[in-house]
Antibody
Framework: QVQLQESGPGLVKPSETLSLTCTVS????????WSWIRQPAGKGLEWIGR???????NYNPSLKSRVTMSVDTSKNQFSLKLSSVTAADTAVYYC???????????WGQGTLVTVSS | QSALTQPASVSGSPGQSITISCTGT?????????VSWYQQHPGKAPRLMIY???KRPSGVSNRFSGSKSGNTASLTISGLQAEDEADYYC???????????FGGGTKLTVL
């Protein structure tokens, strides 16, 4: 059974870059699609972007200018970088697996990232 | 503002049935059967309940069913149980530019 685990700093300063990593076990990051999704406290889910076939990326148009995703096949991990963060980027960040149809069948437990000085 | 529109809340008594709607456009919900539904309990990660419009993953109760008509998808929960109380989100594939959109979520209260 596939398991996903997010890791990274829980506190990021405004204007800096948020960096998170998702470690995958029970499956290979070379298969399927791998996404980042976030959820501000008390609010809904927002898809950030996905990576597949090791290097192909699709991003949410509203975040595209600030997002970079990558894969490390040697560690079976994929990563998110979100630049120029503001308080509006404070949220629980989830990593998830999906098919091309965007059905997310496996999720990490989520990690809270707070943007504050 | 979310791309897909869901009611903020619905409620029902144990044993009853409820339906949650998810309204999009011809570019997302209306363009295919690629709609999924997620259940989220407080403090937990979302769980896939319905995919490709009406299919249930292994382990999901057959009390959960999905359907679609035009630009509106629906999730029906029959025989409501206390543990169904949660937030529910719809999600749709939205084409080669937007890719993925979520609904704003619906809070289900079991009375």
């Amino acid at each position: 059974q596939v398991q996903l685990q997010e890791s990274g700093p829980g506190l990021v300063k405004p204007s800096e870059t948020l960096s998170l990593t998702c470690t995958v076990s029970g499956d290979s990051v070379s298969s399927y699609y791998w996404s980042w999704i976030r959820q501000p406290a008390g609010k809904g889910l927002e898809w950030i972007g996905r990576i597949y076939s090791r290097e192909t990326t699709n991003y949410n148009p509203s975040l595209k200018s600030r997002v970079t995703m990558s894969v490390d096949t040697s560690k079976n991990q994929f990563s998110l970088k979100l630049s120029s963060v503001t308080a509006a980027d404070t949220a629980v960040y989830y990593c998830a697996r999906s098919t091309p149809a965007a059905d997310f069948d496996s999720w990490g437990q989520g990690t809270l990232v707070t943007v504050s000085s | 503002q979310s791309a897909l529109t869901q009611p903020a809340s619905v409620s029902g008594s144990p044993g009853q049935s409820i339906t949650i709607s998810c309204t999009g456009t011809s570019s997302d919900v209306g363009s295919s059967n690629l709609v999924s539904w997620y259940q989220q309990h407080p403090g937990k990660a979302p769980r896939l309940m319905i995919y490709e419009g009406s299919k249930r993953p292994s382990g999901v109760s057959n009390r959960f069913s999905g359907s679609k008509s035009g630009n509106t998808a629906s999730l029906t929960i029959s025989g409501l149980q206390a543990e169904d109380e949660a937030d529910y989100y719809c999600c749709s594939y939205a084409g080669p530019n937007t890719y993925v959109v979520f609904g704003g979520g619906t809070k289900l209260t079991v009375l």
